[in-house]
C-alpha cells in the first residue's frame, strides 16, 4: 500500500469545513486506522484533530506507545482486568451499561453511550434516569461526553435518522449539563439531515474515502465529496505470464472462457492479503502499466488464496507495475459494489502481508 500523508492531512481540512469551525472534530482510528497503519496514521492526524476514537483498549495503548497525546476514547466495553489501563495511559472509557460505573478505577474520564435504536452497544432508554443518579454517585469518575450512534446515516431522508436524534434530544434532559454531546457519524454530518452536535466522528473521509454511496449522493453531498482526495494505492507486479487460447478457462472452477487468444499475467495477491474472494471474473479488472500509461485487466478466474489471475491482450514486461485499488485501479465504491460489501470492509481486510508505505510523514514514526 501507497499512503500519502499529505493527502490524510487535506482531508481533514475538507472534513474541517464541512461540519464548520464551531463543531470539534473525532478521528476514528480503530481497526489499524481502517488498514492504513495506526502506529503510522496516528501521530499524522495527531495535531489535526481534537480527539480519537478505536474499539479497543489495546488500540488505544498502541496509539500512546506511538506518543499521540490527543484525548482517545475507547467505544468498546470495559472489563475488571483492563480498567487500570484507562487511568494509567489517560484514556477515556465509555461506559454504556450501568455496571461499568463500578468497574472503573478512580479518577478514570469516560463518556456515556446511549442506546436510541442502533441496540448494540448503549444504556437503554428505561435506565438513562439510573445513569444520571451513577453519574452523580460516581463523582470519582469524570464524565466528559454522551454519545448514540445512528443505525442509518447513510440512507438520505430516512425516518430513523430524525427519530434517532429525537431520542437523543430527549435523553439531554438527563444529561444536558454534559460539555460534549454528539451524535453525528461522517455520514450524518455529510448529509446534513440532523445537527452535528458538539463533535464529529469520522474515519473513512481521512483516506479520501466518502461514507455515502455515489448513488446516494445528492448534489450537495457529492460537491463536498469531490474535494476528497483518495490516499492509497494498492500496488503489486506481474510475476509471471502464459499465452491463453480463447475459450479456456483459469484459476479454481474455470468459470470464465477467456474471451480471445491472449495472455494470463499472475500477481502474487490474493484473499489472504485482503483481496476479496468474491470478485467477480470477467468484471472485476486491475489497471496494469503499460509504454503508453495504464491498461485495464479483466479478472479472468476465482482469487486464490495468494494470487490472482487476470486476461491481458498482449505480453507485458516483466515485474510490470499493477494498480489493485486506487490509483488507476478500481475506486474504493466500484470494488465494494462487485465484493458485495463496503469499503469500510475492504480497508480493514488488508492483512499483514500487505506492507504499508507512507509518504510525506514530516516526522519519525515510532514502530
Known sequence: LEIDADKVRANVGVVREWIGSDTRLMAVVKANAYGHGAKVMGPVLDPLVDMMAVATLDEAIELRAARVTSPILVMGVPTGETAVSYVTYDITATISDLSHFSILMDGTRYHLNLDTGMHRL???PNDWASARQQAILNSRLRCGGVYTHYAMADEADH???PTQHAQFEKAMEYFDEIPLKYISNGAASLSGQAPMGS???TGLPFWGLSPIPPWKQSAQVQSIVKKLQPTTTWVSEVIQQRPIPA?????????????EDGVILTIPVGYAHGFPRNLPPGEAWVAVQTNGGWMKCLLAGRVTMDYILVYAPTKVPAFTKVHLFGGH???AWEMARMAETIPYELCTRWTDRVPREVFHLRQPSFE
Open 199 to 201: 463533535i464529529v466522528r
Open 122 to 124: 448503549g444504556i437503554s
Open 159 to 161: 425516518p430513523g435518522v
Open 329 to 331: 485501479g478500481m475506486d
Open 247 to 259: 475459450g479456456d478457462c483459469v484459476s479454481y472452477g474455470w468459470v470464465w472462457p477467456m474471451p
